[in-house]
């Protein structure tokens, strides 16, 4: 499996995107099956017997990234295997470093909450 980022500048719309690619050697998604595989609980046939799971990984990451603003897809890969690719977009918020927004929360004490 490879897994590459990218980040792309888009001058018309002045937002930037990040994008992350997941890919593999295995035998690859049929081309009419690459929007049915983000549904929940689809599994492909023949390979869903092999490989065991219930076929929600898939429709979790599409979820993830549609709340995040972006979107996923699968493509074929050169010389076999598929490709996900995850493009999110690049917020303002972002730029900034977690440490200079976010507010430390008080350290949990154990067994304080159970009685």
Do not use: W
Request: proline share 8%; net charge positive.
């Amino acid at each position: 499996m490879a897994v590459t980022r990218s980040a792309s500048s888009l001058a018309a719309s002045a937002t930037t995107s990040s994008k992350l690619h997941v890919c593999d050697r295995g035998p690859g998604v049929p081309s009419e099956l690459r929007e049915r595989i983000f549904e929940a609980f689809y599994r492909l046939p023949g390979h869903a017997e092999r490989s065991g799971g219930v076929g929600l990984g898939l429709s979790l990451v599409k979820q993830i990234a549609h709340r995040h603003g972006g979107d996923v897809r699968c493509e074929a890969r050169e010389g076999g295997g598929s490709c996900f690719v995850i493009s999110l977009p690049a917020h303002a918020a972002a730029a900034t470093p977690p440490s200079a927004t976010a507010t430390a929360a008080p350290p949990l004490q154990p067994n304080a909450a159970r009685r």
